[in-house]
Nanobody, 122 residues
Framework: QVQLVESGGGSVQDGGSLRLSCTAS????????MGWFRQAPGKEREFVAL????????FYADSVKGRFTISNDNPKNIMYLQMNNLKSEDTAIYYC???????????????WGQGTQVTVAS
């Protein structure tokens, strides 16, 4: 079973940047889709971005489009989320997840990391 570990969270000021990393314990299969999700206090988990592990085709939530960039490093088994121009509404716990369908629905992802906190102060 692949394990996922997030890192790179922290506290920044409004307009700042962070880069999150998600390290997989084993190389994802060729049809794997990897995603980033987030959950703010009192809210449901929401989709942020996803990428095909092979091929790099990406898809973003409208709320982060143009500010966040998802990418992956195949040889290192690492996925990244570069977050620029952060806003207070981006404050949440960010999770990476693995699935096999190109979808933004959290229920389609079967493996999750434990999350990393991102706090944006206004």
């Amino acid at each position: 079973q692949v394990q996922l570990v997030e890192s790179g969270g922290g506290s920044v000021q409004d307009g700042g940047s962070l880069r999150l990393s998600c390290t997989a314990s084993a190389r994802p299969f060729s049809r794997t889709v990897m995603g980033w999700f987030r959950q703010a206090p009192g809210k449901e988990r929401e989709f942020v971005a996803l990428i095909r592990w092979h091929g790099g085709s990406a898809f973003y939530a409208d709320s982060v489009k143009g500010r966040f960039t998802i990418s992956n490093d195949n040889p290192k088994n690492i996925m990244y989320l570069q977050m620029n121009n952060l806003k207070s509404e981006d404050t949440a716990i960010y999770y990476c997840a693995r699935g096999s369908q190109y979808t933004s629905s959290p229920s389609a992802y079967d493996t999750w990391g434990q999350g990393t906190q991102v706090t944006v102060a206004s």
